[in-house]
């Protein structure tokens, strides 16, 4: 069993940054795989990236690749995602998720999930 709490969401200018963080509890949070997903009002969620149960790979969706960094400190049990040169189209609902062992891009694919943090970027 894994409970994960997500924070660090608000409102940010186009162009500038947030820090998103996922703590997780459980004492086998390094044998899980970890994602991101978000979800914008009238729209599905998407997938935004994926990190290893090691944190030695990463994956990312074409639309935050180059400007979001996912990362995880198992010793904290944590997540994290950086995200760079937000722009309006990023305003969403951010999940932090987990699925034990393997990666996944999908979200029915994940079995634990935090409450969601709300990101809003303005123009």
């Known amino acids: 069993q894994v409970q994960l709490v997500e924070s660090g969401g608000g409102l940010v200018q186009a162009g500038g940054s947030l820090r998103l963080s996922c703590a997780a509890s459980?004492?086998?949070?390094?044998?899980?795989?970890m994602g991101w997903f978000r979800q914008a009002p009238g729209k599905e969620r998407e997938f935004v990236t994926a990190?290893?149960?090691?944190?030695?790979?990463?994956y990312y969706a074409d639309s935050v690749k180059g400007r979001f960094t996912i990362s995880r400190d198992n010793a904290k049990n944590a997540v994290y995602l950086q995200m760079n040169s937000l722009n309006p189209e990023d305003t969403a609902v951010y999940y932090c998720?987990?699925?034990?062992?393997?990666?996944?891009?999908?979200?029915?694919?994940?079995?634990?999930w935090g409450q969601g943090t709300q990101v809003t970027v303005s123009s």
């Open positions: 990190i290893s149960w090691s944190g030695g790979i990463t």
């Open positions: 998720a987990a699925r034990h062992r393997t990666m996944a891009t999908t979200h029915d694919q994940y079995g634990y």
């Open positions: 459980g004492r086998t949070f390094s044998s899980y795989a």
